[in-house]
């Protein structure tokens, strides 16, 4: 067992105490500036004398956390890390992250991802992945052995002696977290050991780690860094560095005090804040209210559409001679205030100013493609509901057309509109590719996806102005000015579906137009959504072959997800519903979920449930279909019915079965593995949902203001494709 040692001489810590107020210029910097730091007691009493521990090397300390000894695999980790941050008064949290060039992960030529866009952040991601090398914990058996909650089983978080915690230090309780080993390692010794948040962490909270008493599946405990002991164990240090930081350490262990954790049995602890709302989802709502006021709408909280329609063009009308669903798809373009330079197309970046504000930079033309239902052109006039439309991945809005669309408008009587999701559309595969290359070209994706938030806003507001579509003979019902408009510009609403279901989180959370959204087979924070999709294959090759050291890949992914939420709905989703942003309406999410998806993690997806609000509709699944795992844990149920909050629904498309019309021989398919990869039993059953008349339904439903019935599922579980049941 470790020895548990403590200081002997009051001298010691006043030696201490002095250095810590000295300090050195680098270390300095690294001061724990604003956060409250218990009383130092003088140590003493009884107690051995602690044995001398080796000095640190400190040659990369500036650009490198040593608290996980240097050289441990890999600088920057444990990250997030508040050794990574400064104190700046001006910012949200007091804080400002500070990563230096040299200690950023490089790519095979070497060339180490800039740290500049970073260090416009006050915080890290509030999904941050918290990602620490711990040698001899390298497989999942020793993840088991430590008894860390596993995703199973999420209410394992709160067990006396669970051995991974996080306290929220504003509250001083534990957050839900499940910890896993990173399974995409082919080199087990290259694994990263990862924490994920079961419930997004609150924006401008700081948050404390702790690992403690830790074994591996051969039964051998782990020791702590000796760094670490240093401050763990109160030993005496002539190094400034490891000095600089002692009264950060003593407010972690202070916060672990109070929540009933001791220091003696601690492995490793540290804290980190995460990145304020401000942070996260200013940019784009500065360029929003810009935009609108442009329009002459400077009151966006009303609900009211003030001012002008969007500038658009019809290019294009085609008229089905015998429509069964659709009548007519009218395709066109519309101008949007540019905020990327050089400009919005593939590649640009956000235009600021001095204060890191967007500012206009032109006008960008915007493509949108709509769909007409025949019930919308023989019906009353002015039936049709607008819904804008969200595309998969790296599509187009052209998508708007598929076949489930076309059965939801022509069923339902809603007009749909696309436009391409820019950051992540087709143009965007380009600029992808080279941004997985090289990291340092990846703030081209969020600032583009940021632009694009913006253009479906603007498409949504062409679709219910008073001067916008409805001006246009191709909203008519014969397709002249002589005959009702189709739309009902009342209300607008969103649908999307795969990367439209994830996108359209974010979109909600800035609409000051619709208040009510269906995200299909939804998710977020793409940092944890790629090692668990089959879609990350293709793309893979090019991140891994140019970044091939294994242990540095989960890094480069949290990284990346500090821009990246700024254009999805992980930087949004706290304040996606029930807490609307600043002139903002409350909004109303349905989530439907497809069980083992292949593509969009089923986890991911009750994250987004949970941080969000939504109810659960009950039975989830069959009994029996998703064994020893707690689903949608700690979501509450629906209660009662008519429903008008945010909901989450599984599809279940059932198990593999024999189906000689399958692709394969066989349909289904099995639950989605616990370890962070793909699900790749069976079919994939991604598209099923939005293919099922029950879905379609429900999504009608909650458009009207509410679900209505206890729900399409016949009082059971949700099915979708030819699944009718066990």
């Keep these: 067992m470790r020895s548990r040692f403590t200081f002997v001489a009051a001298s010691t810590a006043c030696l201490v105490a002095a250095l810590c107020l000295a300090g050195s210029a680098t270390a300095g910097s690294h001061h724990r500036d604003g956060h409250h730091h ?95 090398k711990v040698p001899g914990i390298e497989t999942a058996a020793d993840v088991a052995a430590t008894g860390a909650t596993p995703i199973n089983h999420l209410a394992g978080y709160t067990e006396r002696n669970a051995p991974v915690v996080v306290i929220d230090t504003q509250t001083g309780r534990r957050w839900p977290i499940w910890t896993e080993i990173d399974s995409t390692a082919a080199n087990p010794a290259k694994a990263v050991l990862e924490i994920h948040p079961a419930v997004n962490f609150t924006p401008g909270h700081r948050y404390v780690v702790a690992l403690r008493d830790l074994h591996n599946a051969a039964g051998e405990e782990v020791e702590a860094p000796i760094a670490f002991r240093y401050y763990r164990d109160k030993v005496r240090s002539e190094q400034p560095q490891i000095n600089a930081q002692r009264p950060r350490f003593e407010s972690i262990f202070w916060t672990l005090r109070k929540a009933g954790i001791g220091r003696h049995d601690l492995y490793l602890a540290w804290d980190f804040t995460v990145a304020s709302t401000q942070n996260t989802t200013g940019r784009e709502l500065a360029m929003r209210n810009a935009a609108f006021a442009r329009l002459g709408d400077t009151n966006l909280a009303d609900g009211i559409p003030q001012g002008a329609s969007p500038s658009f063009t019809v290019t294009s009308v085609e008229n089905e001679p015998a429509p069964e669903q659709i009548a007519r798809r009218v395709k066109g373009t519309f101008e949007v205030p540019c905020y990327l330079f050089p400009d919005c197309g593939p590649g640009g970046l956000m235009h600021l100013n001095a204060n890191e504000e967007p500012i206009q930079n032109g006008t960008w033309t915007a493509n949108f493609d709509c769909i007409v239902p025949a019930s919308a052109v023989t019906g009353p006039g002015g039936s049709a509901r607008p819904s804008l439309y969200g595309h998969g991945l790296f599509g187009t809005g052209s998508e708007v057309g598929s076949s489930p669309q076309r059965e939801l408008s022509e069923n339902h009587d809603i007009v749909q509109c696309a436009t391409d999701e820019i950051g992540m559309s087709e143009s965007d595969v380009g600029p992808t590719l080279a941004a997985l290359q090289n990291v340092s070209a990846f703030p081209a994706i969020p600032d583009r996806l940021q632009q694009g938030l913006l253009d479906e806003l603007y498409l949504g507001r062409a679709m219910i102005s008073p001067s916008g579509f409805t001006t246009d003979a191709a ?56 090692p668990r999709s089959v879609d990350f294959d293709q793309f893979a090759q090019f991140l891994y072959g140019s970044y091939p050291n294994e242990t540095a890949r989960p890094l480069i992914l949290d990284l990346m997800q500090m821009l990246w939420d700024r254009g999805e709905p992980d930087g949004y989703a706290s304040r996606m519903t029930g807490n609307p942003l600043p002139d903002t309406p409350r909004h109303q999410v349905l989530l439907d979920i497809t069980f083992g998806d292949h593509q969009v993690t089923n986890y991911q997806a009750d994250v987004e449930a949970r941080t969000i609000g939504a109810a659960a509709h009950r039975p989830v699944l069959f009994p029996g279909r998703w064994p020893n795992t707690e689903v949608l844990w700690n979501v509450p149920t629906i209660s009662r019915y008519p429903y008008t909050g945010s909901a989450a629904y599984y599809w279940d498309g059932g198990p593999v079965r024999p189906e000689p019309a399958g692709p394969s021989g066989t349909i289904g398919t099995e639950p989605p593995p616990y370890e962070n990869l793909p699900n790749r039993v069976g079919e994939d059953p991604h598209g099923l949902p939005r293919a099922t008349a029950a879905e379609q339904q429900l999504v009608s439903d909650f458009f009207d203001g509410a679900i209505l019935h206890s729900d399409e599922c016949g009082g059971g579980p949700c099915y979708s494709g030819t699944f009718t049941g066990p």
């Design 475 to 530: 909203f008519h019902q014969d397709g002249t000015l002589l005959t009702p408009s189709v739309l009902n510009t009342h209300e607008l609403f969103y649908n999307g579906n795969s990367q439209g279901g994830i996108m359209g989180g974010a979109l909600t959370a800035v609409s000051p137009d619709f208040t009510r959204a269906s995200l299909g087979v939804p998710a977020m924070n793409y940092s944890t959504l790629l």
């Design 38 to 132: 218990p009383p130092h007691h003088h140590p003493g009493g009884g107690h051995p004398l602690p044995e001398k521990l080796p000095p640190i090397d400190m040659g990369e300390a500036e650009s490198c956390d040593f608290i996980a000894d240097p050289g441990n695999e890999l600088c920057m980790l444990p990250f997030p890390d508040n050794y990574y941050t400064v104190a700046d008064p001006t910012s949200a949290t007091g804080r400002r992250v500070d990563f230096k060039d040299a200690g950023m992960p490089a790519n095979v030529l070497g060339e180490g991802i800039e740290a500049a866009p970073y260090n416009q952040s006050d915080g890290f991601s509030p999904g941050s992945v918290i990602l620490l």
